[in-house]
C-alpha cells in the first residue's frame, strides 16, 4: 500500500505560478512511476504529467508542455508539478498518482491516488 498526500494548491491569477508536491509513503517510492492528473467541474480526470522511476524519463500532455514541469526526490519520497502560466481553464483538483508497473499515464493504469489538492485559476 502506498498512501500519497498532495499540497501546494490555492487560488493564483491567470499568469501566475504554483507548485504542487506529493509525499509518499508505505513502500519504496523509486518503485513507481508517478503522475499527475486533473478534474476540473464536470469533466473527466485527465492526464497532465508523468515521471519515470528514476526520473529519466518525462511526459507532459500536449496542452502543458512548456509550461508545467514535473520532478522527482527519491531521497525525500516526494514528487512535485512546477505550474506556470496557469490559465483560468486549468482550475481543478490535481491528484497524485502511483504505478507500480509498466505502461502509460492513464487513469486506469494508476494504482493509487492521493485525494487531491484545489488549484482554482482567476480570469
Known amino acids: 500500500q502506498v498512501q500519497l498526500v498532495e499540497s501546494g494548491g490555492g487560488l493564483v491569477q491567470a499568469g501566475g505560478s504554483l507548485r504542487l508536491s506529493c509525499a509518499a509513503s508505505?513502500?519504496?517510492?523509486?518503485?513507481?512511476?508517478m503522475g499527475w492528473f486533473r478534474q476540473a467541474p464536470g469533466k473527466e480526470r485527465e492526464f497532465v504529467a508523468g515521471?519515470?522511476?528514476?526520473?529519466?524519463?518525462?511526459y507532459y500532455a500536449d496542452s502543458v508542455k512548456g509550461r508545467l514541469t514535473i520532478s522527482r526526490e527519491n531521497a525525500k519520497n516526494t514528487v512535485c508539478l512546477q505550474m506556470n502560466s496557469l490559465k483560468p481553464e486549468e482550475t481543478a483538483v490535481y491528484y497524485c498518482?502511483?504505478?507500480?508497473?509498466?505502461?502509460?499515464?492513464?487513469?486506469?493504469?494508476?494504482?493509487?491516488w492521493g485525494e487531491g489538492t484545489l488549484v482554482t485559476v482567476s480570469s
Open positions: 508505505g513502500r519504496t517510492f523509486s518503485n513507481y512511476a
Open positions: 498518482a502511483a504505478r507500480s508497473t509498466y505502461g502509460d499515464f492513464r487513469v486506469y493504469t494508476m494504482d493509487y
Open positions: 515521471i519515470s522511476r528514476g526520473g529519466g524519463y518525462k
